[in-house]
């Protein structure tokens, strides 16, 4: 019997103590690796990541800190920052995984640290 797959998408956030090389790459890794475990997710299964960052995280793309595992990873990465709006929460940083997935698998997503409060309903399900 052939298992039905679809597409997904583990959505995610963490907030960055100070815009430094060392704490994105620190920040990327550790909401890249909780939205992966959390879903079980397998590299082949991967079509892309999105990344989107707020204007005052500077030093560093999320899509390179990511990379900086692994120079040859192969899934499309892409990275845009976020528009400015009043009250934003500063220094974040947030991911997309789209992947493939058996058609019942419940997505679980990430909001981690000071960027539980952007998904308060959600932000607790899996820690």
């Known amino acids: 019997m052939k298992v039905e797959r679809r597409m997904f998408a583990a959505r995610g956030a963490i907030q960055v103590e100070s815009d430094s090389r060392e704490r994105m790459v620190e920040a990327v890794l550790t909401l890249f690796d909780r939205i992966v475990s959390d879903n079980a997710i397998e590299q082949q299964d991967m079509v892309c990541i999105q990344f989107t960052v707020t204007p005052d995280l500077r030093s560093m793309n999320p899509a390179t800190a990511l990379r900086s595992r692994d120079n040859s990873f192969p899934v499309p990465l892409f990275c845009m920052q ?41 932000a607790g399900e899996n820690r």
């Open 82 to 122: 976020e528009p400015v709006v009043d009250g934003m929460l500063e220094r974040t940083i947030r991911l997309m995984v789209m992947f493939y997935a058996d058609a019942d698998h419940k997505v679980a997503h990430a909001y981690i640290g000071g960027a539980a409060r952007l998904r308060s309903d959600i």
